[in-house]
T-cell receptor, first 113, second 120 residues
Framework: AQSVTQPDIHITVSEGASLELRCNYS??????LFWYVQSPGQGLQLLLK??????LVQGIKGFEAEFKRSQSSFNLRKPSVHWSDAAEYFC???????????FGGGTRLMVKP | GAVVSQHPSRVICKSGTSVKIECRSL??????MFWYRQFPKQSLMLMAT?????????EQGVEKDKFLINHASLTLSTLTVTSAHPEDSSFYIC????????????????FGAGTRLSVL
């Protein structure tokens, strides 16, 4: 069975600082990996995805993530955080049929002025 | 592109009534739609997967007679919470999977904005 772990429940960073959100997954084959962002009371917006190819993927809003098979990780990064990035971030793993997403517990990002 | 509309965004109802939530893919056709439930400060839990024209597949522990799902067309799926009780109060989110050639990328789920259900 596939599973996702986001070790950090809350993270606080200062505006302008760099950010890394951790994600570890468990899946028997090459996974489809996603990062979504959720603002309060809203649905989920896709930030980026990895299916195959280049292990460093670029997403929207200046985010990137790197797939590391040896570490079963897909950490999300941003070089300089903006106050508007404060939200809940979910990492998800999908099966290769694309019809089953398993979400991590989420990481709530807070941004200090 | 790949916009999913969910309606209503907020609903308050009395215990014992039924509530219908609609999920529409506005600019693409979705053969598969998903319904999730999210408790406060928690992650999304998949409730069921619905395929157009067939019965939904429910996850373990989800009562199919309680949460009726209909996916009558390639752009619309509905979730009806029947005889709602206060414990059904939650945030319900739908998503639609894109299909190659019909707008919306394959293997990606596009999410609606969610419906907050409060049962009094």
């Amino acid at each position: 069975a596939q599973s996702v772990t986001q070790p950090d429940i809350h993270i606080t960073v200062s505006e302008g600082a760099s950010l890394e959100l951790r994600c570890n997954y468990s899946y028997g084959a090459t996974p489809y990996l996603f990062w979504y962002v959720q603002s309060p009371g809203q649905g989920l917006q896709l930030l980026l995805k990895y299916f195959s190819g280049d292990t460093l993927v670029q997403g929207i809003k200046g985010f990137e993530a790197e797939f590391k098979r040896s570490q079963s990780s897909f950490n999300l990064r941003k070089p300089s955080v903006h106050w508007s990035d404060a939200a809940e971030y979910f990492c998800a793993v999908g099966n290769n049929a694309g019809n089953m997403l398993t979400f991590g517990g989420g990481t709530r990002l807070m941004v200090k002025p | 592109g790949a916009v999913v509309s969910q309606h209503p965004s907020r609903v308050i109802c009395k215990s014992g009534t039924s509530v219908k939530i609609e999920c529409r893919s506005l600019d693409f056709q979705a053969t598969t739609m998903f319904w999730y439930r999210q408790f406060p400060k928690q992650s999304l839990m998949l409730m069921a997967t619905s395929n157009e024209g067939s019965k939904a597949t429910y996850e373990q522990g989800v009562e199919k007679d309680k949460f009726l799902i209909n996916h009558a067309s390639l752009t619309l799926s509905t979730l009806t919470v029947t005889s709602a009780h206060p414990e059904d109060s939650s945030f319900y989110i739908c998503s639609a999977e894109g299909t190659s050639g019909r707008g919306g990328a394959k293997n990606i789920q596009y999410f609606g904005a969610g419906t907050r259900l409060s049962v009094l």
